[in-house]
């Protein structure tokens, strides 16, 4: 079948780093993208990676292993504005749809 | 503002009435998508529309009905929904289905809606 794996609920200090991760398994892959939700919000694109490596955008880093079928989102300097859910994505090659994993809650602690 | 509206923003119905919800995207992509957000599930695909044409339907029950008029303008019929499909109900858009450009979605802010 195919599945999302992240954890839901992170807790980090402000100013800190912090690691995301998602682990998938689908019928082939084409690749993995990062998206954040404010509480009340919508969500918001951050990233897409489709090869092995790191992908830096400003404070954020998304990183991707197609070996282990696993990635993460990296964030540093961590604002207050941070806290919210971030969720990875994949389209799964089998039936060519997106899935979504469930989600992982970000709390930042002053 | 992401270029992607939605409305209205809040939405209460009976189990017996029909309503629409409509979404509108200002950035001339060619795929639309309706998506379903409960608490503590993972967001839901329902529909998607490349070129107004529908691509994919999710086993979605039938009381959702899609319409995509054209590649600005997406609506979702509601009639006789159940209390279970109390959530909120995003809309999307990107420049494609397919490939790289699938991945990068907009997002409309949504309609909550409580079925009563």
């Known amino acids: 079948g195919q599945s999302l794996e992240q954890p839901s609920e992170v807790t980090a200090v402000e100013g800190a780093i912090v690691q995301i991760n998602c682990t998938y398994q689908?019928?082939?892959?084409?690749?993995l993208s990062w998206y954040q939700q404010h509480d009340g919000g919508a969500p918001t694109f951050l990233s897409y990676n489709a090869l092995d490596g790191l992908e830096e955008t400003g404070r954020f880093s998304s990183f991707l292993s197609r070996s282990d079928s696993y990635g993460y989102l990296l964030l540093q300097e961590l604002q207050m504005k941070d806290s919210a859910s971030y969720f990875c994505a994949v389209r799964d090659g089998r039936d060519d749809k997106i899935i979504f994993g469930k989600g992982t809650r970000l709390h930042i602690l002053p | 503002e992401t270029g992607v509206t939605q409305t209205p923003r809040h939405l209460v119905m009976g189990m017996t009435n029909k309503k629409s919800l409509k979404c509108e995207q200002h950035?001339?992509?060619?795929?639309m998508y309706w998506y379903k957000q409960s608490a503590k599930k993972p967001l839901e695909l329902m529909f998607v529309y490349n070129f107004k044409e529908q691509t994919e339907n999710n086993s979605v029950p039938s009381r959702f009905s899609p319409e995509c008029p054209n590649s600005s303008h997406l609506f979702l019929h509601l009639h006789t929904l159940q209390p279970e499909d109390s959530a909120l109900y995003l809309c999307?858009?990107?420049?494609?289905?397919?490939?790289?450009?699938?991945?990068?979605?907009?997002f409309g802010p949504g309609t909550r809606l409580t079925v009563t």
């Open positions: 689908t019928s082939g892959f084409y690749g």
């Open positions: 999307a858009s990107s420049q494609d289905v397919r490939g790289r450009r699938s991945y990068e979605q907009y």
């Open positions: 950035l001339g992509h060619n795929a």
